[in-house]
Antibody
Framework: QVQLQESGPGLVKPSETLSLTCSVS????????WSWIRQPPGKGLEWIGYINSSGSTNKNPSLKSRVSMSIDTSQNHFSLKLTSVTAADTAVYFC??????????WGQGTMVTVSS | QSVLTQPPSVSGAPGQRVTISCTGSSFNIGAGYGVHWYQQLPGAAPKLLIYGDSNRPSGVPDRFSGAKSGTSASLAITGLQADDEADYYC????????????FGGGTKLTVL
């Protein structure tokens, strides 16, 4: 059974960098594409970007300048960095596995609050 | 403002049938990209309900069905049950946004 688990600080100061890792178990990260999605409190879903095992990425144009993603096949995890955060970046962040162009499997999500 | 448009809310009585619409454009749904649907129960992560317009992942009851026509798609739920009460999101991709994934704003289903 494939499982995804997000980890990282729950509180980030404004202007600093948000860093999250998604650990994958039950499957090799070398197959499929992997993605990050976020959901501000009480709002809808926003796609952040995806990465494949070769490190190729595609990012939401609205976040592209602040987003970087990486993948570590030896550790079977992938990561997200979002720079220069503001209160608008406060959200639950989900990592997902992409299959047949859909977000097939989701992590439970991790709440990140941007506040001083 | 979401790229894909969904009604904010729908409701129905137990046993009834409801549909949720998802309207896009020639840049996304109309461009031939598949439409996928997700169910998000309160306090939980979204769960894939329908992929590729009308396909159900293993374990999803056949009470849930999807369809697509032109620049729109729809999710139908028959035999409504209390535990169907959730938020539902449609998702596709958009040519005008460098093939970015795009979501609808979500629809809250209330079972009366």
């Amino acid at each position: 059974q494939v499982q995804l688990q997000e980890s990282g600080p729950g509180l980030v100061k404004p202007s600093e960098t948000l860093s999250l890792t998604c650990s994958v178990s039950g499957a090799s990260i070398s197959s499929h594409y992997w993605s990050w999605i976020r959901q501000p409190p009480g709002k809808g879903l926003e796609w952040i970007g995806y990465i494949n095992s070769s490190g190729s990425t595609n990012k939401n144009p609205s976040l592209k300048s602040r987003v970087s993603m990486s993948i570590d096949t030896s550790q079977n995890h992938f990561s997200l960095k979002l720079t220069s955060v503001t209160a608008a970046d406060t959200a639950v962040y989900f990592c997902t596995r992409i299959a047949r162009d859909s977000f097939e499997i989701w992590g439970q999500g991790t709440m990140v609050t941007v506040s001083s | 403002q979401s790229v894909l448009t969904q009604p904010p809310s729908v409701s129905g009585a137990p046993g009834q049938r409801v549909t949720i619409s998802c309207t896009g454009s020639s840049f996304n749904i109309g461009a031939g990209y598949g439409v996928h649907w997700y169910q998000q129960l309160p306090g939980a992560a979204p769960k894939l309900l329908i992929y590729g317009d009308s396909n159900r992942p293993s374990g999803v009851p056949d009470r849930f069905s999807g369809a697509k026509s032109g620049t729109s798609a729809s999710l139908a739920i028959t035999g409504l049950q209390a535990d169907d009460e959730a938020d539902y999101y449609c998702q596709s991709y958009d040519n005008s946004l460098s093939a970015s994934a795009v979501f609808g704003g979500g629809t809250k289903l209330t079972v009366l």
